[in-house]
């Protein structure tokens, strides 16, 4: 498995020079791909905690960002990013950061967690990598890769 991050600040600063897409490719455990884009990729800067702008979804996985399959309580365009010591969700006393094991723009959850734990075979654990829309639950995926674009 090969791990890369940008950071959120390097990120902000090479989206902050032009417009940006996002496009999303997933893989689960079958060999079964699927692909999503967003033609609108903005994260704001530190003072607003990385805040995650959004919009456009296009694609095969099914929208798990701007209308996520179970509802707009797992909505996270406009969400700040949350992690384990910097709680921006708003799920009041609990960190989503701290049971999902990674930092990500959650709102109360999320239908999306691509920073998730990585396991090396299918399992069903609410801190996988997993795009909720791909299966019935919350199933990990074997890889997924974030890629930005100018527009």
């Not at 884009?37 to 704001?44: A, L, R």
């Not at 990385?50 to 099914?62: E, R, W």
């Not at 990013?81 to 708003?90: A, E, P």
Request: proline content about 2%; some cysteine; hydrophobic content about 30%.
């Amino acid at each position: 498995m090969r791990l890369y991050f940008i950071g959120n600040d390097n990120l902000h600063k090479i989206l902050s020079t032009q417009n940006y897409k996002l496009r999303i490719d997933l893989e689960d455990w079958n060999g079964e791909t699927r692909y999503a884009e967003y033609d609108t990729f903005v994260v704001g800067n530190e003072n607003t905690n990385y805040m995650l702008t959004i919009a456009g979804y296009s694609g095969d996985a099914g929208d798990c960002m701007i209308n996520p399959p179970r509802g707009s309580m797992y909505q996270i365009n406009g969400m700040e990013f949350t992690t384990l010591d910097s709680d921006n969700d708003k799920h009041g006393s609990i960190n989503a950061a701290v049971s999902k094991h990674s930092g990500w723009w959650f709102k109360y959850s999320t239908d999306a967690n691509l920073n998730g734990k990585f396991y090396t075979t299918e399992q069903t654990h609410n801190d996988a990598i997993y795009w909720q829309s791909l299966h019935s639950a919350e199933v990990s995926l074997k890889s997924v890769s974030m890629k930005i674009k100018p527009n």
